[in-house]
């Protein structure tokens, strides 16, 4: 049964970062490309951040505009996790953040929640100003 459990979230002042830790299990992780999403209260759950899975050469990785340059996504085959490494922080991100998984057949990165199979429960991410 796959698991997926996120870890890292909480309180942060705006221009803060903090580290997001997603630990996979009964799955072979290597074949899976890897997404995080948020969803603010209200709101639809929305791409973060993908990355392809292993076994054609280069990672791939993919982010929303409004991450892009602050968000870096990573994986480590060998603990079976991914990691969003968040930096410069605004209240926008202010979310539940999901780590999701879907198996892949090639380099392709997924960017939308209807692709995943797989998801976390989520992690509380809370940005202060």
């Known amino acids: 049964q796959v698991q997926l459990v996120e870890s890292g979230g909480g309180l942060v002042q705006a221009g803060g970062s903090l580290r997001l830790s997603c630990a996979a299990s009964?799955?072979?992780?290597?074949?899976?490309?890897m997404g995080w999403f948020r969803q603010a209260p209200e709101k639809e759950r929305e791409f973060v951040a993908a990355?392809?899975?292993?076994?054609?050469?280069?990672?791939?990785?993919t982010y929303a505009d409004s991450v892009k340059s602050r968000f870096t996504i990573s994986r480590d085959n060998a603990k079976n996790s991914v990691t969003l490494q968040m930096n410069s922080l605004k209240r926008d991100d202010t979310a539940v953040y999901y780590c999701?998984?879907?198996?892949?057949?090639?380099?392709?990165?997924?960017?939308?929640?209807?692709?995943?199979?797989?998801w976390g429960q989520g992690t509380q991410v809370t940005v202060s100003s």
């Open positions: 999701a998984a879907k198996r892949t057949y090639s380099a392709v990165v997924p960017d939308t929640v209807l692709e995943y199979n797989y």
């Open positions: 009964g799955l072979t992780f290597s074949n899976y490309a």
């Open positions: 990355i392809s899975r292993s076994g054609f050469g280069t990672l791939y990785t």
